[in-house]
């Protein structure tokens, strides 16, 4: 119970896959992350709300946040879970050691406190065991900082989303005015990115960067179907190259067997029209949903 549960889609039979969206704070990740698990019929692990809920306990325990040791403790000790509703890829709530603090971590206190607490290292230790045990539960839109470099480096999709600093700060001053909290100033926005920015980018464990075979996406201008279409194109290609794979070392296994012609045959036959049913019914549902 302090998994993500598992979500039941119809990908399962194929196995299991990772998207990894990186990029810094307020290029549009979790609306992003969100959309293409929707999409996709993927769970999403907010890999940012952990490092919120250990910030939050941090400030409820008086532990400073330049003692990694005692950090590192706390971040051992209490689990973090998501609960979902019934059906739904996207959790609802988010819990450190029982409590609900899913409005909690989205205070302008903890955006500030994050920072610090996510660049203790036995912090990041903590949670990426939590975070690749979720992840290997099932098909998984993560996202993060780290989740293509670090996380989940053999991660079939990697995404590093950005957007102009001056956009991700008038997108964070409209979410802060629907939703009621943090700061409405521009001007005071654009300076906390920018310092967030840095401080992500600079630490010593898991700076933010872009992996090596990361796809860069610039969402600056840009509608968030556009993106999401992106992303959601690119795991479908993921899924082909992985399906052919399959085929292809199914039938080489298939050719070092004694009846030969034979079950190559049968084997070859049986692995692609499997094949071809599976990739047909991907391309369907992404016709229907994704274009
Ligand atoms: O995405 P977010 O704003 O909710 O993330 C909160 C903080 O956590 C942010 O300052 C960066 C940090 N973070 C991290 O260091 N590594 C991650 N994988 C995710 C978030």
């Known amino acids: 119970e302090n998994q993500l549960s598992a979500v039941p889609h119809r990908y399962r039979k194929v196995g299991t896959m990772i998207i990894a969206i990186d990029g810094p704070s307020g290029a549009g990740k979790s609306t992003v992350a969100k959309a293409v698990a929707r999409e996709l019929g993927f769970s999403c ?49 988010v819990s450190i050691g029982g409590i609900d603090v899913t409005d909690a971590i989205r205070t302008a206190e903890i955006d500030r406190a994050v920072s610090p607490v996510s660049a203790a290292p036995s912090v990041r230790a903590a949670l990426l065991e939590q975070q690749r045990r979720i992840g290997r539960a099932g098909d998984y839109v993560v996202e993060g900082r ?7 480096p053999e991660a079939p999709v990697k995404v590093f989303l950005t957007a102009s600093a001056e956009e991700r700060a008038h997108r964070r001053v409209r979410q802060n005015v629907d939703r009621g909290v943090g700061s409405v100033d521009y001007d005071e926005e654009l300076t906390d990115i920018r310092r967030r920015d840095d401080q992500d980018s600079s630490r010593a464990t898991s700076p933010l960067r872009p992996a090596d075979d990361a796809v860069r996406l610039d969402s600056t201008g840009r509608y968030i179907e556009e993106v999401i279409e992106d992303i959601c194109s690119l795991a479908l290609r993921a899924r082909e190259r992985a399906d052919a794979a399959a085929s ?37 549902d992404q016709e229907g949903s994704c274009r």
């Not at 034979?262 to 369907?284: C, F, I, K, P």
């Open 146 to 152: 780290d989740i293509g470099t670090t996380v989940f």
């Open 248 to 284: 292809t070392s199914t039938r080489s296994a298939a050719a070092g067997g004694s009846l030969r012609t034979e079950v190559r045959g049968a084997s070859a036959s049986d692995s692609s029209s499997g094949t071809a049913e599976t990739v047909a019914d991907l391309m369907n």
């Open 45 to 93: 692990l907010d890999t940012g709300a952990m490092y919120r809920a250990v910030a939050w306990r941090a400030l409820q325990d008086g532990v400073p946040f330049d003692d990694d040791e005692a950090l590192g403790r706390l971040a051992r000790a209490h689990d973090i879970a998501f609960a979902h509703e019934e059906g739904e890829p996207v959790p609802r709530r």
